[in-house]
């Protein structure tokens, strides 16, 4: 009775229009209506369901709230947790302004856009990671391991000779950040990558970051153009200045502001997480769909175009992380509905994409040779169609009553970590197996 409890309270906290101090009166009066009614003789679970049904669903206690304390909600967005943001606010202005500078040094000594092609992220992950570690109090050894990551990486990058524009630098520059990424993940599960809830709180973290950061970004775009049109009526051209300097280190500083505004905005994001993977799983199944139809009706996929082939990559690794974002924004225990029949859709659509992609590619590498890109795709789709399948598989017992939601979510918290390392493989390895061109 106290577990079911606690998951109630639980469910309640997410929502910000909700106060602990609410929680706490709300459960007083949950406690009280489950004591009349065993002892009218009922057991505890059905006291418990009809009491729940008496005060009212989490999702109608939350609207009720929200419309009669919809001003919490504002205070929340602009204030935030008053317990830790004079804390852990200065030491994110501290990190972004060292990452602003990390990147704009190298220019200062004559760095040319090749060096910033390769080792973008090497110049500002390390201050994101730096952030976590010392948020969450990560172990000497979660520490260590982060930095050998980040300094192997660097070594690699910076130490083959890779042929300028060629696609072996193109390949490297796409899969560092990828393998970097899941870098900073073991530094926000501070070490502990064996826990799934902890997994998932990242994939949680890396969707909310992903919205943070596309908003810092339009409305740092917006100012500048402000900027840039209002010096320009007075006869002051800042335009080079803005994007010699503004524009990168914003970019920089703003990778560390966004993961701040994740966790200490993280229950406004999580009533924004619904709402996006509402409009946009429909939208990507559609687009699925058509290009679904599309391929079949192109002919020989073999001959396909290779810029037809990337962007089906492309599409299937959003279709992989509008999955993952819906599931980490998900109630557990709701029963299956029919977002997660959408869903199922959506990820038997993927699945008849990469199965063509996947032919498509075998063809091409058959018939003209393996090249590091045609490897490369290859690898990724083979890991998108195991993931995908698996998924399809439990999302039909799901929506059978046949498996639990957590059984979902674990698939994806397990099976996660293998994109980081065949990053790191097509990093080290691939230079070295097909050459530096």
């Known amino acids: 009775m106290n577990a079911q409890i606690e998951q109630w309270r639980d469910y309640l906290q997410r929502h910000p229009a909700i106060r602990p101090d609410d929680v706490d009166e709300l459960e007083a009066h949950l406690r009280d209506q489950i004591d009349d009614l065993r002892a009218a003789g009922l057991t505890e679970d059905e006291a418990f369901l009809i009491a729940v049904g008496r005060i009212g669903q989490v999702d109608d206690v939350s609207q009720e709230f929200a419309r009669e304390h919809s ?92 042929v300028a524009d060629g696609d072996m630098q193109i390949l490297v520059a796409i899969h560092v950040p990828v393998f970097l990424w899941f870098v900073v993940g073991l530094a926000y599960v501070a070490g502990h990558w064996r826990d799934a809830a902890r997994r998932m709180d990242f994939i949680r973290f890396t969707g909310e970051w992903v919205v943070y950061y596309t908003l810092l970004a339009l409305g740092g775009g917006v100012l500048m153009m402000l900027a840039a049109a209002g010096f320009q009526a007075i006869g002051i051209d800042v335009q080079t200045w803005l994007g010699a300097w503004v524009l990168p280190c914003g970019a920089a500083g703003a990778v560390v502001i966004a993961a701040w505004l994740v ?79 959408m869903q199922f859709a959506l990820i038997a659509l993927a699945l008849v994409v990469d199965a063509l992609m996947l032919f498509a590619m075998s063809s091409r590498i058959a018939e003209f040779g393996a090249t590091p890109n045609k490897v490369a795709a290859l690898g990724l789709n083979l890991l998108l169609l195991i993931n995908l399948g698996w998924a399809a598989w439990l999302s039909v017992g799901f929506l059978r009553g046949r498996r639990s939601f957590a059984d979902c979510e674990r698939w994806q918290t397990t099976y996660l970590p293998v994109f980081g390392v065949w990053a790191a493989v097509v990093v080290a390895a691939f230079p070295l197996v097909f050459g530096w061109a």
Do not use: H, M
């Open 71 to 162: 001003e919490r909600l504002w205070k929340q967005l602009v204030l935030g947790p008053t317990a830790t943001t004079p804390r852990t606010l200065p030491v994110a202005i501290g990190l972004a302004v060292a990452a602003a500078v990390a990147v704009k040094i190298p220019s200062l000594f004559g760095a040319t856009a090749q060096f910033y092609v390769l080792n973008a992220a090497l110049l500002v992950l390390p201050f994101l990671a730096a952030y976590f570690l010392w948020q969450r109090r990560a172990s000497g050894r979660t520490t260590a391991a982060v930095i050998g990551a980040f300094a192997a990486a660097a070594v690699l990058v910076n130490s083959y000779p890779l």
């Open 263 to 341: 966790e200490s905005k993280q229950n406004v994001v999580e009533n924004i997480a619904p709402v996006l993977t509402a409009v946009f799983t429909p939208l990507t199944t559609l687009l699925l769909a058509a290009y679904c139809v599309a391929l079949i009706a192109s002919g020989d996929l073999a001959r396909a175009d290779r810029s037809l082939l990337i962007l089906a990559d492309l599409i299937l690794v959003l279709v992989l992380g509008l999955v993952l974002y819906a599931l980490s924004a998900r109630e557990p225990l709701r029963p299956p509905g029919w977002f997660d029949r």
